[in-house]
């Protein structure tokens, strides 16, 4: 979706975090778009150091906003206060595969407020991590299924803006000049630099794995390889949900957990 509007000339406002943000900024500078993240933390925190190369390419290509002041740690409260940035700078909010608690319904009801249109991408009825997107669908936002459905209603209001340029579905789904999105330089990943750099990533994070205690380390363990809701991991660490979210925090911003939407995590 993202990178069809993207060919449009449509620019793409998204949160610069793990997972749907994360393909929605791709998207756009693969299709040599603009692209603005707003992030929920001030400049100069470590907070997704993971995606700091693609934050470094969205600077080149658009611009990262924040409201907090510099070194403003990532937080439950500042997210939430963050969205209503990426609805009010946008002129339609989309939603994908979001789940009953996601943040993107905080959005999309910001959207709402802020007289935005609100679209969403349906998902499967028999799949729970995802039962907020058709919710919004019941509840009148706008079914997409594929880009020029995003863009259509504002071809009148803006001229530049040329429909006939995105590519169908199945194009860009099978588009394979480059499997990384056009975002990142290639690298010889057996160079000794990036071997050297790989072991000294591995003995960094089996430091930081060793040092875990408490809540961190029952939420850490409660995690694997694969993504996991959050609903599981609180199940499993017999933690309170307070105490498990603001785990997660602290071990995304240690960098050793990924999250994606819909509330799921796992071992990074």
Known sequence: MSRGIAEAGA????????????????????????????????????????????RNMIK????????????????????????????????????????????????????????????????????TNFSGTNRLIDDGARVVTKPVHLIESYLYDYPTADASKIRSIDELASDETDKSANVEAKEDKYSFDNLEKGRKNRLEREEKERSLDGDLKAVYDSMDDNFTHIDTIIEKSGLSSQRVTASVIQLEMLGIIEGASGKRYKKS
């Open 60 to 127: 080149n290509c658009g611009a990262i906003v924040t409201e907090f002041e510099p070194f403003t740690p990532a937080s439950k409260r500042t997210f939430p206060i963050r969205n209503r940035i990426i609805s009010g700078l946008s002129l339609g909010v989309l939603v994908v595969e979001a789940g009953d608690k996601s943040g993107s319904l905080i959005t999309a009801k910001y959207a709402l407020e802020q007289n935005r249109d609100v679209y969403a991408v349906p998902a499967s009825v028999l799949s």
């Open 11 to 54: 620019l793409v406002v998204s949160g610069g975090a793990l997972g749907v943000d994360t393909y929605a900024h791709r998207g756009a500078i693969a299709a040599g778009g603009k692209t603005i993240a707003v992030l929920g933390c001030g400049l100069g925190t470590k907070y997704l150091s993971q995606n700091s190369s693609l």
